[in-house]
Antibody, heavy 123, light 107 residues
C-alpha cells in the first residue's frame, strides 16, 4: 500500500534553514508528481509546492517562493523541501502528498498524504 | 481564487444528514476536491471532480455542484464522520487553494 513518511522537522530559529524529506513506498514513485502542504497550529491547509514526476517542473506558493526549494531523488523514492530564511509564520505541520495522475500533466489534488512533520520557528 | 466554506461549524446528531457548502470566487468548473481531517491525522481524500468518490469512501458521502457552488452531503452521519472537512480547487494554479474548513460536531 502507498506510504509516505516525512522526516526532518524540528525547532529552528528565525532566519534558519531546515530540510524536510518524504520517503515514498507502495507505488512507482518516479511516475507521480508530489506536493508539500502545510497546516499551521489550529489553522487550515495551505499548499506549498509541487514537483513533476521527473523534476522538470516545479511550482510554489507565493508565501514561500524564493525561500523554499522542492526537489526529488527518484533513485531513493524521496521528495525534499529545503526551507531557508524561515519565519515564525512558517511554523506548521508539513505534509507530503501524492498527485493521483501518473506522468504527464498533474491532477493537482492529493490522493495520499503522509502523517506530517512539525516545523517550529522560534527563538 | 478564494474558496469560502459554510458554515464554519455544523452541529448534527448521529444518523442525521449533513450538508456542507463550498463557494468559489470564480468558476473552477468541476475541478473541486473534498477532504476529511480528524484530530491529529492527515487529511483524507473523499471526493474529486466535484462528485466522484475516492477509493474506499462510503456511499453516504456525495458531492455535487460545478462552477462556483459546491456541496458535500453526508446522508446519515456515523460517529466516525465527526471531523473537519475542506474543499480545494484545482482548476487554476498555482496556487492550489483550500477553503477554510467546516467542523462537523456532535449535536
Amino acid at each position: 500500500q502507498v506510504q509516505l513518511v516525512e522526516s526532518g522537522g524540528g525547532v529552528v530559529q528565525p532566519g534558519g534553514s531546515l530540510r524536510l524529506s518524504c520517503a515514498a513506498s507502495g507505488f512507482t514513485f518516479s511516475s507521480y508528481g508530489m506536493h508539500w502542504v502545510r497546516q499551521a497550529p489550529g489553522k487550515g491547509l495551505e499548499w506549498v509546492a509541487f514537483i513533476q514526476y521527473d523534476g522538470s517542473n516545479k511550482y510554489y506558493a507565493d508565501s514561500v517562493k524564493g525561500r523554499f526549494t522542492i526537489s526529488r531523488d527518484n533513485s531513493k523514492n524521496t521528495v525534499y523541501l529545503q526551507m531557508n530564511s524561515l519565519r515564525a509564520e512558517d511554523t506548521a505541520v508539513f505534509y507530503c502528498a501524492k498527485d493521483p495522475r501518473g506522468l504527464g500533466i498533474a491532477s493537482r489534488y492529493f490522493d495520499y498524504w503522509g502523517q506530517g512533520t512539525l516545523v517550529t520557528v522560534s527563538s | 481564487i478564494v474558496m469560502t466554506q459554510s458554515p464554519a461549524t455544523l452541529s448534527v446528531s448521529p444518523g442525521e444528514r449533513a450538508t456542507l457548502s463550498c463557494r468559489a470566487s470564480q468558476s473552477v468548473s468541476s475541478n473541486l476536491a473534498w477532504y476529511q481531517q480528524k484530530p491529529g491525522q492527515a487529511p483524507r481524500l473523499l471526493i474529486y471532480g466535484a462528485s466522484t468518490r475516492a477509493n474506499g469512501i462510503p456511499a453516504r458521502f456525495s458531492g455535487s455542484g460545478s462552477g462556483t457552488e459546491f456541496t458535500l452531503t453526508i446522508s446519515s452521519l456515523q460517529s466516525e464522520d465527526f471531523a473537519v472537512y475542506y474543499c480545494q480547487q484545482y482548476n487554476n494554479w498555482p496556487p492550489l487553494i483550500f477553503g477554510g474548513g467546516t467542523k462537523v460536531e456532535i449535536k
